[in-house]
């Protein structure tokens, strides 16, 4: 069973930036890793996956959240612009699509004033 280790999340005002990365614990193919979010009380949400040799994202995030794949770091990263109050949550990796891996600790994200 695969793990993933998620990193870079922090406090930021709205409007600010974040990098987010995606460290799976062994060999996976990154194009099949997708990054989420969970917000207290809500289930988790998908942000951004890679698609077709793009990527497709929530609309709440589309022109502002950027998925990329860094091999040699055997990453997935998600760059996070112009970030808004309610991008607040807890930030996952896991599998595109079923069955899913177990849930990491993730990383929290808070944008507030």
């Known amino acids: 069973q695969v793990q993933f280790v998620e990193s870079g999340g922090g406090l930021v005002q709205p409007g600010g930036s974040l990098r987010l990365s995606c460290t799976p614990s062994?060999?996976?193919?990154?194009?099949?890793v997708a990054w989420y979010r969970q917000a207290p009380g809500k289930q988790h949400e998908l942000v951004a996956r890679f698609s077709g040799g793009s990527a497709v994202y929530a609309d709440s995030v589309k022109g502002r959240f950027d998925i990329s794949r860094d091999n040699a770091k055997n990453s997935v990263d998600l760059r996070m612009n112009n970030l808004k109050p309610e991008d607040t949550a807890v930030y996952y990796c896991n599998a595109d699509r079923p069955p899913m891996f177990y849930w990491g600790q993730g990383t929290q994200v808070t944008v507030s004033s």
């Open positions: 062994r060999s996976l193919n990154l194009l099949e």
